[in-house]
Nanobody, 115 residues
Framework: QVQIVESGGGLVQPGGSLRLSCVVSGISISYYTTGWYRQPPGKQRELVATITRAGRKNSSDSVKGRFTISRDVVRNTMYLQMNSLRPEDTAAYYC?????????WGKGTLVTVSS
């Protein structure tokens, strides 16, 4: 059974940094595309960044240069380093693993950027 648990969210001031973690169990993340998504209040869920099985990274234009996705295949954990945070980054952040067309999601971690 695939289980995904995100952590690391919280309240941060504009310009600050946070690092989100996503622990995956039940499968090895090294075999699949994994990613971070977010859902701002009152809006739809959107892509933040992904990393493929081969390690190729992709991120949305809104976070390029500020957010970095990474993974530790030994710990089976993904990370999202978020720098230069802005109020518009406020959202629930979700970790995703795509397995053979099926998408597995965690319950999310809330990030609030506010002074």
């Amino acid at each position: 059974q695939v289980q995904i648990v995100e952590s690391g969210g919280g309240l941060v001031q504009p310009g600050g940094s946070l690092r989100l973690s996503c622990v995956v169990s039940g499968i090895s993340i090294s075999y699949y595309t994994t990613g971070w998504y977010r859902q701002p209040p009152g809006k739809q869920r959107e892509l933040v960044a992904t990393i493929t099985r081969a390690g190729r990274k992709n991120s949305s234009d809104s976070v390029k240069g500020r957010f970095t996705i990474s993974r530790d295949v030994v710990r089976n954990t993904m990370y999202l380093q978020m720098n230069s945070l802005r109020p518009e980054d406020t959202a629930a952040y979700y970790c995703n693993v795509e397995v053979g067309g099926n998408n597995y999601w965690g319950k999310g971690t809330l990030v609030t950027v506010s002074s």
